[in-house]
């Protein structure tokens, strides 16, 4: 489930930068954290977000070489 979940959730689009896109997708999910009541779905938005801010990371560090 949690790979179907994470596969759904990572299928997209986008123009400009990665990292600004990661970052607001990881808005996103602290905002919809923040009602979330079940412990699960709780567990996997934090797992994701930990997934995020490392691909956020890494793609900033790529923009840079870039010259973005």
Known sequence: ????????????????????????????LLNFLEEEENENVRRWINQYVSEIEERVESARIAEEREDF
């Open 1 to 28: 489930m949690r790979r179907t979940l994470t596969a759904n959730f990572s299928a997209e689009g986008w123009v400009g930068p990665e990292s600004l896109h990661l970052q607001n997708k990881e808005q996103e």
